[in-house]
């Protein structure tokens, strides 16, 4: 014998609303269905009243733009996004967090704190400058951190840049510093936004589900420690991630800008006794680049 289950639905919505008013909804699921004989179901009744919560539009994350990523979810203090492909974004401004989950792999990063990150629930690792993490789908999630007005040497996440190929938004407000200055811009522009954001490091998830630097490296604190204060992609630093090297190939080969392509690897990288330590790369970049541009149509 089955036991009835109870259902609750909305039975009417006020008028009118303050004109500075939000109408959230939250849906409501009963996990534990309440064992009963078949015979009380005609006791049950048929609608309930729903108490509506009814927030300040001034409490609620501000969302400006172009729509580039669907919101599916929105309160107080917090946002989430469909990345799609099964991909979720979800900001919790009172927690400094940042997670993004995928239902069906199963992958997961969390950001939180003072620039804390897990990957896919591994142990907790520090990042201090820009890091960049690429997503299975190609979505590309830049974080940018700032220095901790009260504490030395602490950074926290500041600043979330998402692009996935003509969409993108910049997220701010994220740190519980300053609560309820949330706020999210989009944009359908997405190349000419990542294009203007620097990557710092970059982590990428390749088709098998592993995490890596761009060089193939498995992902530890020793990778994030690059992202220090003085090491190679430390806060200020300008070092150019691999797919900015990229891009900028197929950006000077276009415009037949090898000399200007070489004048920036150069100054990419410095050894530690102040010489140019990029030479070996800026012969194997002519190379390639001139090889390219012979074979581009004129």
Do not use: C, H
């Amino acid at each position: 014998m089955t036991a009835p289950v109870a259902s609750a639905a909305v039975d009417s919505i006020p008028a009118q609303l303050p004109g500075d008013a939000t109408l959230l909804v939250a849906e409501v699921v009963l996990v534990d269905p309440i064992a009963a004989p078949a015979d009380s179901a005609a006791l049950l009744p048929q609608t309930a009243d729903v108490a509506i919560f009814v927030a300040p539009a001034e409490g609620l994350p501000a969302i400006s733009g172009e729509p580039a990523f669907e919101v599916k979810a929105i309160a107080i203090g917090s946002v989430l996004f469909d990345l799609g492909d099964g991909y979720s974004l979800s900001i919790d401004e009172a927690q400094s967090a940042v997670f993004v989950a995928n239902g069906e792999t199963g992958e997961t990063m969390l950001v939180w704190g003072a620039a804390m990150i897990a990957l896919d629930g591994a142990q907790a690792a520090r990042f201090w400058g820009t890091t960049s993490v690429e997503l299975g789908n190609g979505t590309k999630i830049t974080m940018e951190t700032v220095a901790d007005a009260a504490v030395a040497d602490l950074f926290r996440l500041d600043r979330l840049t998402v692009t996935r190929d003509t969409r993108a938004m910049v997220i701010t407000g994220i740190a519980e510093t300053v609560l309820g200055d949330l706020a999210v811009a989009q944009s359908l522009d997405g190349e000419a936004v990542d294009a203007a954001t620097r990557d710092g490091l970059t982590i990428v998830n390749d088709l098998t589900g592993r995490w890596s630097d761009e060089y193939g490296n498995d992902v530890t604190q020793a990778v994030f420690d690059q992202t220090a204060p003085g090491r190679q992609y430390g806060p200020g630093k300008r070092t150019l991630s691999l797919g900015e090297i990229s891009r900028a190939i197929t950006s000077f080969v276009t415009y037949n800008q090898i000399d200007s392509l070489m004048l920036t690897i150069g100054r990419n990288r410095v050894d530690t006794g102040g010489r140019r330590a990029g030479a070996e790369i800026q012969r194997q970049l002519a190379l390639y680049a001139g090889a390219t541009a012979r074979r581009a149509p004129a």
